[in-house]
């Protein structure tokens, strides 16, 4: 919700352009900012950072694994999980419900984090 | 005896000097250990720590085994397909270790591998330390780590390396009179929590230990370590107590483990733990950096922190030797 608050927040900026212009933009806009770094969330050094990452719903969560040894991503209640990602090998889910969707590294259990879907 | 439990907040489970008035000259012990790499001997004997000099034991190259002794070397995390900076080169330190073994004054009479053989469980990674440790011309025993068991719950692994196993891969057998258990505890890890070995392996370890009789040694290897080394890491077994509580019968047990690529041992009573270094690079002490992760040392220091261990026993003499060595 918030996000879309701020987005029309920002179309009223916009919204002294041309309607043509706005119209071709939108579009371009929208899916830039779904892919912004705000959805993704990095392990590194054996953590999910951040630890814990609120989206809106439909969001797709990237994970990249920065780190020298494979970790996975697998959701506690095996909603989804991860094959085994190599050093800067990416993994990505879209959460399409309303939820609390905890998550650990099945290799390291220590790691755990949380995707909140509002 | 030691009376520290094994989650003792005052120790974090980690060897120190204490004064717990226990019998054990713990700085003694660890000082012995320092000299490990180097070539000292280390035997732990009812509890009481005694060393020698290695070149003691080195007089005859032509020793052959007696009626009841027992050698044995124990190699871990092998990590073969990682090629990061902490080691670019885990093919030639493998091959170190190899050299290392084979140039043993006293030759064991097998090797176990304590799990790590892979970085990623893929099958060129298996079959590279399949082809290096071939130059050993020995038996080799192995129980899986984590990655060894990516994505497949370690089907690949047991149908190369545990064939004869029960479960996801552990395993029992006997060697000159002592009995040796392989567990695995890097599956079904639950979130939070450290290794676990399960309650169908833990069942079937009591059935395994029953029938012995109490003076028979008995040798304990896995991967995670099965006593809590450092929890926050991760190093640890969550439900190793009860595994521990079906040995406290024997006279003689001896716990392998590797995971956390250093040396580190520990007496409780009967039960002497031990980890081993690895032979691919080395992990940060307990808290000693951020992360429990790769760590890169100046590469003329790599060969001092990677190495194998040497394990003898001689029947009736109640005794066991670990000597860790670094491979230069």
Known sequence: MKTRKLFFSGMAVVLPMTLAVVLVLHPIRAKSEAAASPMEVRVDNFTFGPDTLTVPVNSTVTWVNKDDVPHTIASSDRVFKSKALDTDDKYSYTFAKVGTYAYYCSIHPKMVGKIVVQ | ?328
């Open chain 2, 1 to 328: 005896m030691r009376k520290t439990k094994l989650s003792d907040p005052n120790t974090n489970g980690f060897i120190e000097h204490d004064h717990h008035k226990d019998g054990i000259d713990r700085r003694g012990f660890l000082k012995c250990m320092a000299w490990a790499g180097t070539g000292a001997l280390c035997v732990i004997e009812g509890g009481v720590l005694t060393s020698r000099a290695l070149a003691f034991d080195m007089g005859s190259k032509t020793k052959s085994h007696k009626m009841g002794e027992l050698s044995f070397v124990q190699i871990s995390d092998s990590h073969m397909g990682f090629n990061k900076p902490a080691n670019p080169d885990v093919i030639a330190t493998l091959q170190a270790a190899v050299d290392k073994i084979n140039a043993l004054p006293e030759q064991p009479e097998f090797i176990l591998h304590t799990g790590d053989i892979s970085h990623l469980s893929k099958p060129s990674e298996f079959d590279m330390v399949d082809q290096i440790l071939k130059a050993t011309n020995k038996e080799i025993f192995f129980v899986p780590g984590e990655h060894d068991v990516l994505n497949d719950d370690g089907a690949m692994f047991r149908e190369r390396y545990a064939k004869k196993s029960r479960g996801q891969g552990w395993y029992s057998f006997d060697k000159n009179g002592a009995h040796f258990i392989g567990l695995v505890n890097v599956m079904n890890l639950k979130a939070g929590g450290l290794g676990t070995l399960g309650s169908e392996q833990l069942q079937w370890m009591k059935n395994d230990l029953k029938h012995l009789k109490h003076s028979k040694p008995i040798v304990v290897f896995a991967h995670i370590p099965l006593w809590t080394v450092y929890p926050q890491w991760g190093w640890g077994t969550d439900d190793s107590a009860q595994a521990l509580s079906y040995l406290k019968k024997f006279g003689s047990v001896t716990v392998l483990n590797g995971h956390i690529h250093q040396t580190m041992q520990k007496v409780e009573g009967n039960i002497t733990f031990h980890t081993a270094f690895s032979t691919a690079f080395p992990q940060p002490a307990p808290g000693q950096a951020e992360g429990p992760g790769p760590m890169k040392v100046p590469a003329e220091q790599l060969r001092k922190i990677l190495g194998i261990t040497d394990v003898n026993y001689v029947q009736g003499r109640h005794a066991l030797a670990v000597v860790d060595s670094s491979l230069v």
